[in-house]
């Protein structure tokens, strides 16, 4: 089974503070997704990586940044946390190529719950 | 750029009944993926079901179906026989031609089976 895992599922930060938040995946993925989701707007990309030290930015990238030093693991920084970023945060992975048959599923990690008062 | 609208954000349906989640998407590409996934309140996100673009076959998954309508850009997904266990969030989903994973995902519809 892949397995996709968020190292924390419920953190509570200060406004100000710095916040990782840590994905690791076990299928050799290529591609790797940090998503947003509140109510009423569905998940939203923050950023994706396609390679080892490769990133790009999704539709809410402000106020964030991503490091994926190892294939296996995308971390998700929030350099000086604030209270409009209180949200569940949802780690995703897939391969490549995307598109054959069997090759187009998207796993997700089990979320993380942040809540920065 | 695309798009995708869920306008339903809440539905029920009564245990042993038949229900179905709207789904419209806006786009260009004519080579695309949709999905829907379920999220129970563990919040771990399921795939239900997929549907190619040039596949003119409905897909269907045991008492799920879609409705893939492409001409009206439409993406509706039926749940046969409803259970205590499908009440969840539903996100119906786009993948479009690029070949990197990325979906955009809708508001999501919170279903509520009554039993």
């Known amino acids: 089974d892949v397995k996709v895992t968020q190292s924390s599922r419920y953190l509570v930060k200060r406004t100000g503070e710095k916040v990782f938040l840590e994905c690791v995946q076990d299928m050799d993925h290529e591609n790797m997704f940090w998503y947003r989701q509140d109510p009423g707007l569905g998940l939203r990309l923050i950023y994706f990586?396609?390679?080892?030290?490769?990133?790009e930015k999704g539709d809410i990238p402000e106020g964030y940044s991503v490091s994926r030093e190892k294939k296996e693991r995308f971390s998700l920084i929030l350099e000086s946390a604030s209270t409009n970023q209180t949200s569940m945060y949802l780690c995703a992975s897939s391969s490549t190529p995307w598109g054959a048959e069997g090759g187009n599923t998207i796993y997700f990690g089990e979320g993380s719950w942040l809540t920065v008062v | 750029a695309q798009t995708v609208t869920q306008s339903q954000p809440e539905m029920s349906v009564q245990e042993a009944e038949t229900v179905t989640l709207s789904c419209t998407y806006d786009t260009s590409e004519s080579d695309y993926y949709l999905f829907w996934y379920k999220q129970p309140p563990s919040r771990q996100m399921i795939l239900v079901i997929r549907?190619?673009?040039?596949?003119?076959q409905n897909a269907t998954e045991n008492r799920f179906s879609v409705n893939f309508q492409k001409a009206a850009k439409s993406f509706s997904l039926k749940i046969s026989d409803s259970q205590l266990g499908d009440a969840a969030m539903y996100f119906c989903a786009f993948h479009g031609s690029s070949n990197t994973g990325k979906l955009i995902f809708g508001q999501g519809t919170t279903l509520q089976v009554k039993p």
């Open positions: 549907q190619e673009a040039y596949k003119q």
């Open positions: 990586s396609y390679d080892v030290k490769m990133k």
